[in-house]
């Protein structure tokens, strides 16, 4: 069963920075379309950003300019660079496909937390 794992969460004051990571069992993340995702207590759990298997690239309005998306196909690694965070960017982070429909089974998370 293919897993996925987050990893670089944290605390961080505003404007500070992270950079999360997502990897993968098998050949998931090179082979295609992906995307992060968060989810803030109580709200349902939105795409933050995409990156096609062709490094296209696509980001919901509220990140753009802030967050850079990212993919190391021989690493079969995908990251997401949060740069100037604001207090509304704290989530749970997950990645997955690039879908509305269609998920890989949904990995832990990584917990972000913005201070003000």
């Known amino acids: 069963q293919v897993q996925l794992m987050e990893s670089g969460g944290g605390l961080v004051q505003a404007g500070g920075s992270l950079r999360l990571s997502c990897t993968a069992s098998g050949s998931i993340i090179s082979s295609n379309s992906m995307a992060w995702y968060r989810q803030a207590p109580g709200k349902q759990r939105d795409l933050v950003a995409a990156i096609s298997s062709r490094y296209i690239t696509r980001y919901a309005d509220s990140v753009k300019g802030r967050f850079m998306i990212s993919r190391d196909n021989a690493k079969n690694t995908m990251y997401l660079q949060m740069n100037s965070l604001k207090p509304e960017d704290t989530a749970v982070y997950y990645c997955?496909?690039?879908?509305?429909?269609?998920?890989?089974?949904w990995g832990q998370g990584t917990q972000v937390t913005v201070s003000s």
């Open positions: 997955n496909l690039d879908n509305t429909r269609v998920f890989l089974p």
